[in-house]
């Protein structure tokens, strides 16, 4: 869910509007919470839920997949993040090309799509930093420019600065779920801005003028829209990280986030969308049902394969159904440790091509000690090799207009 990245963007955000640093600093100074690993004894039979580790005693099948059997693009990647420092926005690096590309070669991961590529002099830097000298490997993306809201004109400046982009050599459009969740008519404050709002209208025509597919974030889990408490499956996570919570508040619920943006994807027929996260991907129905209405509409499985994993039928179906129009993302941040399910990494990949390549039963879908996304384990969906061809490279490919 982009957790660590997004926090980061948002304080970027919240910063250029002046005045707005109790926000900002409400974001950064939360303690982190981290524990020496040490030996816990129950007392009186009690243990803390945070204590319990427990290990699997099943005597399955464990298939290491170190390397993908098809070259992959990772269309959701956090490789940098627009950082504002004394009213100067730079782009800030979370790796090097140096560091990343020999892991990418092991992995057999072909490109990565850096989604976070900002906007403006940032958004030169980081095309600069990672797509120039490296073109077959990195790809950019732009951001709206969302702080020039209040302006007048924001419609049209924003679909310029789509243009400009593009002719800077950025590849598509993201949208965090800033758009929905967090930016408000004076950036900060007053309403929340819909995800529908008509002056985003010639942004989303201009993208698709320049063949940018635009990579959205909407929403979250169900479970981040419920009280955390007992009853709430996400409580561990939740718990460590309260600012991800939409409870309350002048929140929209689930359904009217992603409602909004399907309004977004109607009306702009021409714009390829691709839904991160699957979208809502707790209701593969849902799912369907918006794929069947909408042949502009594409998901990406980034940061879910724990809960597509945890319904292997339903989502093997899925896949099948959907073969066309799925795209491989991971969602990964290099040292992005707060999240352990997006650590860049070599365990990382390996836990996706696991899911996607294998049948095995039952394994962890993030590389951590405890599920840090819900108390479950997940099953691999065995994917024939036509359908891994499209998932891991081709439908990425044919949107971002590279070779098959
Ligand atoms: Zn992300």
């Known amino acids: 869910m982009s957790g660590w990245s997004r926090r980061k963007l948002l304080a970027s955000l919240a910063l250029a509007a002046a005045g707005q640093g109790a926000i900002v600093n409400g974001w950064q100074a939360r303690p982190k919470r981290r524990r020496l690993a040490r030996e816990v004894t129950p007392i009186k039979g009690k243990l803390a839920l945070e204590d319990y580790e427990p290990k699997s005693m099943l005597h399955v099948t464990e298939t290491q997949v170190p390397r993908a059997r098809f070259p992959v693009i990772d269309f959701h990647t956090h490789l940098s993040w627009s950082a504002r420092r004394r009213q100067v926005t730079e782009a800030h690096n979370n790796a090097t090309p140096e560091e990343v590309i020999p892991i990418m070669d092991r992995k057999n991961l072909r490109m990565m799509v850096n989604l976070t590529g900002g906007y403006g002099k940032?958004?030169?830097?980081?095309?600069?930093?990672?797509?120039?000298?490296?073109?077959?490997?990195?790809?950019?993306?732009?951001?709206?420019?969302?702080?020039?809201?209040?302006?007048?004109?924001?419609?049209?400046?924003?679909?310029?600065?789509?243009?400009?982009?593009?002719?800077?050599?950025?590849?598509?459009?993201?949208?965090?779920?800033?758009?929905?969740?967090?930016?408000?008519?004076?950036?900060?404050?007053?309403?929340?801005?819909?995800?529908?709002?008509?002056?985003f209208d010639p942004m989303w025509e201009a993208a698709a003028s320049h063949k940018m597919p635009v990579a959205i974030h909407t929403s979250d889990p169900e479970a981040f829209f419920l009280p955390t408490d007992r009853f709430n499956e996400r409580f561990e996570e939740l718990n460590a990280h309260p600012d991800w919570s939409f409870h309350g508040k002048d929140f929209p619920s689930n359904l009217e986030l992603q409602e909004a943006r399907n309004r977004v994807v109607a009306r702009h027929p021409r714009t390829q969308f691709v839904v991160l996260h699957v979208g809502d991907?707790?209701?593969?129905?849902?799912?369907?049902?918006?794929?069947?209405?909408?042949?502009?509409?594409?998901?990406?499985?980034?940061?879910?394969?724990?809960?597509?994993?945890?319904?292997?039928?339903?989502?093997?179906?899925?896949?099948?159904?959907?073969?066309?129009?799925?795209?491989?993302?991971?969602?990964?941040?290099?040292h992005g440790d707060d999240t352990p399910q997006q650590i860049f990494g070599e365990a990382l990949y390996e836990i996706y091509y696991r899911f996607l390549e294998t049948e095995d039963e039952y394994f962890d879908y993030a590389p951590a000690p405890k599920p840090p996304q819900g108390r479950w384990r997940i099953y691999g969906i065995g994917l024939p090799e036509s359908i891994l061809r499209k998932v891991y490279y081709e439908n990425a490919a044919r949107l971002l207009g590279l070779p098959a």
């Open 122 to 199: 940032v958004l030169e830097q980081t095309i600069n930093y990672w797509q120039k000298p490296h073109p077959d490997r990195f790809i950019v993306f732009t951001e709206p420019w969302f702080e020039k809201i209040t302006e007048p004109g924001y419609a049209q400046f924003q679909a310029d600065q789509i243009a400009r982009a593009n002719a800077l050599g950025a590849r598509g459009l993201k949208l965090l779920k800033t758009l929905g969740l967090y930016l408000r008519e004076q950036i900060t404050t007053g309403p929340l801005v819909k995800i529908d709002d008509r002056r």
């Open 281 to 334: 991907s707790e209701n593969l129905a849902y799912m369907s049902d918006l794929l069947d209405r909408f042949p502009n509409m594409h998901v990406e499985i980034g940061a879910r394969i724990g809960e597509l994993g945890r319904q292997p039928r339903t989502a093997r179906k899925f896949f099948d159904k959907y073969q066309d129009r799925i795209l491989f993302g991971t969602d990964a941040v290099p």
